[in-house]
């Protein structure tokens, strides 16, 4: 079995930081790519950032000079710094990867979300 662990979410001031962590476990090959996406109450899933195994990332605009997104790919994890966070930036945060890996012998491949983890930017 393949999972997505996320941890690191949390309340925080507008103009603070929080970094957010996800390790998939399993018998992984490759994890590529790996990103991150957000759901506020009320709207639909929407795109952060990702990041491919040779390092290209990719963010929304919304994002763009706040966040960083960066992976360790010898433990198939990826992070997100968030600095200078805004109210607007709260929402549920998923990881996202594309999976390659082995059921015992059995290679297979898939996309793969983590639980959620819920980030709060209030006074």
């Known amino acids: 079995q393949v999972q997505l662990v996320e941890s690191g979410g949390g309340l925080v001031q507008p103009g603070g930081s929080l970094r957010l962590s996800c390790a998939a476990s399993?018998?992984?090959?490759?994890?590529?790519?790996m990103g991150w996406y957000r759901q506020a109450p009320g709207q639909q899933r929407e795109l952060v950032a990702t990041?491919?195994?040779?390092?290209?990332?990719n963010y929304a605009d919304s994002v763009k000079g706040r966040f960083t997104i960066s992976r360790d790919n010898a433990k198939s994890a990826v992070y997100l710094l968030m600095n200078s966070l805004k109210p607007e930036d709260t929402a549920v945060y998923y990881c996202n990867a594309h999976i390659d890996w082995l059921d015992n012998l059995t290679p297979r491949s898939g996309d793969y979300w983590g639980q959620g983890t819920q980030v709060t930017v209030s006074s």
């Open positions: 990041v491919t195994s040779g390092g290209t990332t």
């Open positions: 399993g018998t992984i090959l490759s994890a590529n790519p």
